[in-house]
DNA sequence: CGCTACCGTCACAGCACTGTCACGGAACGC
DNA sequence: GCGTTCCGTGACAGTGCTGTGACGGTAGCG
């Protein structure tokens, strides 16, 4: 299967002869396109596999493309999934709410195949859309998010449940300073509520984790900031 | 100057009355906007502060949209500024042209207000919820505000909290003077009552956690005034 | 049921950082 | 020149932030 490594579409629209216009161009410039036709499907199998990009119809049958956007900026794992809303012309009004609800962009029916195409590719070259399943690595460490597996020189470490879950986060985006609030946010959730000190707790729990003896520590404090997974240089060359 | 710590939104355009009805609404919405008609003055601009936000005209006197854009893609410290294109609508094949150039979105004139802004929101919230990621840089210092770092001539600097926004305050706004009530404003914050002297202190440690020996002073003093990040040049040439 | 692994919270100590002051020197006006 | 205003500098006490160990609670499992 060559097109596992393709960026990944997904189509939410229930008019079949467009999806199939789509799917054809699409998979013309080098997409993964799947499609359905509804809303709660979409939501289970964004879940099960999230897509490099969404490509979401307005109207839809059981849940509106504004719910469905709307569920899915409130989730971590797909709070930064690009969105393109797919609306009538007539419908723009709503196109622009639908903007502030969490969508990234949106194009108005008819469209031609060349403009949609180009907001795809600045969505997904400003995303960065590279696949999400490879394998994480920083420095000397490396996290497997598919055998759940980290493994620092060589040698595995045995991390807990949130652990795993804080140093994932820390590599997918690393060398960035993240508040308290924010870990908390992207790590625990958005609607949980504990104290920011707990992240503290869970960063020393991590350190101790992932430190062997004579390692560099990777995680840096960035006092009245937050934390970063980065090597603390003091000096360079 | 309230509006220090605002969003900052550069219009380069050169018809008038749309850059005063832009600037109107805007500004309206809580951003800081500053416009020029001229290609290669914008991209000196952005060199000196880079904005949150870039509001491209197509069609420019000296130096075409598409070719600042370019360049501005082609530059690391600028390749992540969100940039909006205005163009007419009959040049639309031209826009998608210019998504493929490096343009994160594109709008065609005639537009809405609430549509322009809605799009400018969503780039904004896009580009980290924080609106400030670019690299910051002036002389031979930069200042990154993502991973919280600080380089001189290759070498890490150690600053302080307050060192560091302070630093980041002047950096955003280089070659101006600041009076001690703005640069407490901006850095402290407009409600906290702190002494004026402060700031002087607090300049020293910055000056001397910056300056190498055989460093030039990149603080100017201006007496009476304020402070400035500037080259102490003894007089005007 | 008891055991284990893990989680969230707290208290406390150490230390980096902060705001303020006093002093002396520099810059300026006359 | 002198007086005044302004700024650089070192010191200092108070504050705030972080690292750390400990503790009670809970979920899973045999």
Redesign the interface.
Known sequence: MSDLNKPYILIVEDEAPLVTLLRYNLEKQGFRVEDTGDGGEALTRITEAPPDLLLLDWMLPTMSGIELCRQLRRRPATR?LPIIMLTARAE?QDA??G??TG???YITKPF?T??LI??I??LLR??GSVPQKLKLNFHDISLDPASHRVIRNGRALHLGPTEFRLLEFFLRHP???FSREDVLNAVWGRDIHVEPRTVDVHIRRLRKAINGPGEVDIVRT????GY?L?LD?????
Do not use: I
Request: without cysteine; neutral net charge; hydrophobic residues 45%.
């Open positions: 930064a723009e622009v709410r903007l502030d969508a990234d962009d031609s060349e403009a180009a907001r590719r600045a400003r995303s060398k960035r300073v960035v006092r009245a900031a970063a980065d240089l003091g000096e360079v060359a």
